[in-house]
């Protein structure tokens, strides 16, 4: 029981990791394919100026079939569907995480300041 009362009672600070593999909205979409590549991600936050603007999938990625585009990433970013602030309690999330089938979520600073601080995976 000592452990469900310890999860029960964690939010996202204190499992978030920092934020350091990300992308700008004037990235071209190519460069977006190549840092999900090379990190593994599946979703990747859009950030400009230190704060969230939308995200990027993998999935709107393999539409863009030439390995030549001049697309640039805010041409094919959407909002976030689920975002998460260092409060925000952690069983509910991993829920909501579940439910929409996400594996990566931004953590930003408050839902008014949407200054990314982290990243919190469901892995």
Aim: glycine share 6%; hydrophobic share 45%; with cysteine.
């Amino acid at each position: 029981m000592a452990c469900r009362d310890l999860l029960m009672r964690a939010s996202v600070s204190d499992v978030m990791e920092p934020c350091s593999v990300f992308v700008s909205s004037h990235d071209l979409v190519t460069r977006a394919r190549a840092v999900m590549r090379s990190s593994g991600l599946r979703t990747l936050p859009v950030i400009d100026g230190g704060r969230l603007e939308g995200i990027i999938t993998a999935r709107q990625i393999i539409r863009i079939t030439s390995t030549r585009s001049n697309i640039p990433v805010a041409g094919i970013m959407f909002p976030p569907r689920l975002i998460a602030t260092p409060t925000s309690n952690l069983v509910e999330l991993g829920r909501d995480m579940v439910k929409l089938e996400i594996s990566n979520v931004p953590v930003v600073q408050s839902y008014s300041d949407k200054t990314v601080i982290g990243l919190i995976s469901l892995g």
